[in-house]
């Protein structure tokens, strides 16, 4: 069994073949394909509110009705809604495909530069405040090394898939390490 493993050439990431992926590396482009790129605990996450919202929108209808129907309804809930109930189970099941997930890593991933430039700018204005912070009340300026250390750190890329995207739009891959 061990030599039968040995044997079996490995399979990219995805299971899909790779001229894809070699494809999409050769033109540089900002989303990636459709293999999954490892993402942490946290982007994973933001990943899953993308397609709940999506879903909860394709079925807002069916939502709206049971919760019109569910309206001042206590105990009597599961008996006096359970129509409108399995039509809103029924349509976020029928829309809680792959496909759908797929849809929405990549519209996060089409999201990811506005997220950074809020981040950013949420950061510059935290700089900001501190700075006047300190002197209304008369505290020590910062260190302006500690100072420029955190706004150098505002212009580092996001790590996505383990790697992190390099200034003038070049991949990771495109440069040596």
Excluded: Y
């Amino acid at each position: 069994m061990a030599t039968m493993a040995a044997q079996e050439p490995p399979i990219a990431p995805g299971g899909g073949s790779s001229s894809n992926a070699k494809g999409a590396e050769e033109k540089g482009l900002p989303m990636p394909s459709r293999n999954p790129l490892p993402l942490s605990a946290s982007q994973e996450a933001q990943v899953r509110e993308v397609f709940n919202a999506r879903i909860r929108q394709l079925c807002s209808d069916e939502i709206k009705a049971f919760a019109d129907c569910a309206r001042n309804r206590t105990i009597t809930i599961p008996f006096a809604c359970r129509e409108s109930s399995r039509r809103m189970n029924g349509c976020m099941l029928a829309h809680a495909t792959q496909e759908e997930h797929d849809r929405a890593r990549e519209q996060w991933f089409a999201q990811r530069q506005q997220r950074a430039r809020e981040r950013e700018a949420k950061e510059r204005r935290k700089i900001e405040q501190e700075a006047f912070h300190r002197e209304w009340w008369g505290l020590p300026q910062r260190d302006p090394d500690d100072v420029k250390k955190k706004l150098e750190k505002l212009e580092l890329a996001e790590r996505v898939g383990g790697m992190t995207r390099r200034p003038g739009g070049q991949g990771a891959e495109d440069g040596k390490r």
